[in-house]
């Protein structure tokens, strides 16, 4: 039996709205049917009249995969934001090709409703069955031309709106007009950020501080002549420090090694997209990473302004260890870009033990031991950045890499296999300050332990979970301890148990090291010595929408796609109210991220 066309054309349409607006409250939480027609509806509806217009044969084919295209887009934006708690752009159609993560987590992600995305297929291949395609006729032709008429003003519309958050803006203006926004402000960025500039004391008034040349900090030269040894944790959080369960430790060697070390517990992560290899670019670079797009997978290949290059002026060798395929995150462009003499991968590094995404961090730091002796006969004074990899979401090792006796509620959770995974890596962070100890370099270096971001957010953290951490930390799990990472600072004779509590950020890593180090670079950093300055402002990017920001007394999050700005305290966690100082926070955190934006912008391919 044969229906009218302009019949199946109608409701081809109508099973694409249908999604649109299951989509919109899914993500956004849209109730306005108004708004998702004239805005949102639009963009996706103009894509399929205009195939249907351009498709003479195999119409239904056509319609299906495009309907399929369009689920599949639909379906990952709902696993991103359950993880990233932030809309994909474009950009991230490369991410899923550079980190095995994703894939690692779809089972923890995936809801078995978000397959009814794909329903709509199933009613195409029955029409496609018993009706004919719809043929290109008057209705066609003219609902087109309406269609595009509609998405001309919507997106001219859009063009005309600031993106100060992508997720924001893509509520109020349509997911693939957020796109194209991107895209072209992408494109043209290099006029944007090449007008921003600030001085070191102008950057230290934004944050509230009074400025003090480098050389004539109090720790300046405290470390100089020393070795550097940078271990970067995979989501190492800092509320595991010093805590036990069932009596316990979850960090043992960590805590003894802060008792003779600087611990800095208010430390923020600051990354981007590009998760871990954002945190490295931070640490090396003292710039803030790009935000919605992984750094690594923008850059020109033009040498950076880096710590090891750096060093290097000063005498030092370098070299960078991270038990994964160089292929993962563009480490083969990065690790070049930042300078290193040596790099070292999975390629080099045995695979006697794999766990997860590679050999283990035990194999990893006997590896690096290995190097050690011949790249000191090389270089009177090294710099070895190591990476780890082990303690990776989803958090899951072996029997006898399981430090911990769980007790049996958090057995098989996803907070009792993460606290496992700190644990252990841990235990070979421990070994390998042990074995420095045994050799003597302890005495001769500086080695500084931070965290890349965090391990326990988004939908895998389920309410089972955050009863559990409740337990463990003993209050709720705020968003102070997903994104506080710990920082410590050790080597002979440097320091005793020194604990600060002043806010800081990853950005604010490279400087505090190059001020110990005694070298005072001749090069913009967005950061400054932890060890120097009180206050701190800190641009928040990605993990939190657009504008939020941290600072010493506040931290401030920004109107998102479903919740509306609040402001915290800082010491409490408790919501306070806006005051007449959350304005000039914001508009002086903004204006630091653009200018360190301006000076990523020669190392960012366009």
Request: aromatic content about 12%.
């Amino acid at each position: 039996m044969t229906k009218p066309r302009n019949f199946s054309y109608i409701l081809i349409f109508a099973l694409l709205l249908l999604k649109v607006i299951a989509f919109r409250v899914l993500i956004f939480d849209t109730r306005s049917v108004v708004h998702i027609i004239f805005v949102e509806f639009p963009m996706w509806a103009f894509a399929l009249a205009l195939l249907l217009l351009i498709v003479k044969k195999r119409v239904w084919l056509a319609v299906g995969i495009y309907n399929f295209i369009v689920s599949a887009i639909f379906f990952a934006v709902t696993l991103y934001i359950r993880y990233y708690s932030t809309i994909p752009s474009y950009y991230d159609l490369q991410q899923t090709t550079q980190s095995a993560s994703v894939g690692h987590t779809i089972a923890l992600l995936a809801n078995p409703y978000d397959f009814l995305f794909f329903l709509d297929l199933v009613i195409v291949f029955m029409l496609a069955k018993r009706w004919e395609a719809p043929k290109r006729d008057a209705l066609m032709k003219y609902s087109t031309i309406g269609i595009a008429a509609i998405c001309l003003i919507s997106t001219a519309y859009a063009f005309k709106q600031p993106i100060i958050d992508v997720s924001f803006f893509a509520k109020e203006n349509g997911y693939i007009q957020s796109q194209l926004v991107q895209m072209y402000q992408r494109a043209n960025e290099t006029a944007h950020a090449s007008s921003t500039e600030l001085s070191a004391k102008e950057l230290e008034e934004l944050k509230g501080n009074e400025y003090v040349p480098v050389n004539a900090h109090e720790t300046f030269g405290l470390a100089e002549g020393r070795h550097l040894f940078m271990i970067q944790v995979e989501s190492l959080q800092n509320f595991t420090i010093g805590r036990t369960l069932d009596g316990q430790e979850i960090t043992p060697n960590l805590n003894g090694l802060i008792t003779e070390s600087a611990y800095f517990s208010n430390v923020f992560q600051q990354i981007g997209a590009g998760t871990t290899s954002d945190a490295e670019w931070i640490a090396n670079t003292g710039l803030y990473a790009e935000g919605m797009v992984p750094t690594v997978n923008s850059l020109n290949g033009k040498e950076a302004v880096s710590l090891s290059r750096i060093l290097r002026d000063e005498g030092y060798g370098s070299a960078t260890y991270h038990a994964d395929d160089l292929g993962f995150w563009n480490r083969n462009v990065l690790y070049p870009v930042l300078g290193y003499e040596e790099v070292y991968s999975s390629e080099e590094i045995p695979d006697t033990e794999e766990v997860g995404y590679g050999p283990s961090d035990e194999v990893l730091f006997d590896f690096v031991l290995e190097k050690l002796p011949g790249q000191l006969k090389k270089n009177e004074r090294f710099y070895s950045n190591i990476v780890t990899l082990t303690s990776h979401t989803p958090f899951v090792l072996p029997e006898e890499m399981n430090y911990l006796d769980l007790p049996d509620a958090y057995i098989d959770t996803y907070t009792g296999n993460y606290l496992q995974s700190i644990r252990y890596a841990d235990e070979q962070i421990g070994n390998f300050i042990s074995d420095l100890k045994k050799s003597g370099l302890y005495d001769e270096s500086l080695i500084v332990v931070f965290g890349d971001h965090s391990g326990l957010h988004g939908s895998p953290v389920t309410e089972e979970d955050e009863l559990l951490l409740e337990e463990f930390i003993g209050h709720p799990y705020t968003m102070k301890d997903r994104f506080t990472i710990p920082l410590v600072m050790a080597g002979g004779n440097l320091f005793e148990g020194h604990q600060m509590t002043r806010l800081g950020g990853q950005v604010d890593i490279m400087p505090t090291i190059l001020a110990l180090l005694g070298v005072d670079a001749d090069t913009p950093l967005i950061g400054h010595n932890l060890f120097e300055y009180k206050k701190n402002l800190l641009g928040m990017r990605y993990y939190m929408p657009g504008g939020s920001f941290i600072q010493s007394e506040q931290l401030y999050k920004a109107a998102g796609a479903r919740l509306p700005d609040i402001m915290y305290d800082m010491k409490t966690m408790d919501e306070r109210a806006k005051n007449s100082a959350t304005k000039k926070h914001k508009k002086n955190a903004l204006e630091i991220l653009k200018y360190s934006d301006s000076l990523l912008n020669p190392y960012i391919e366009k």
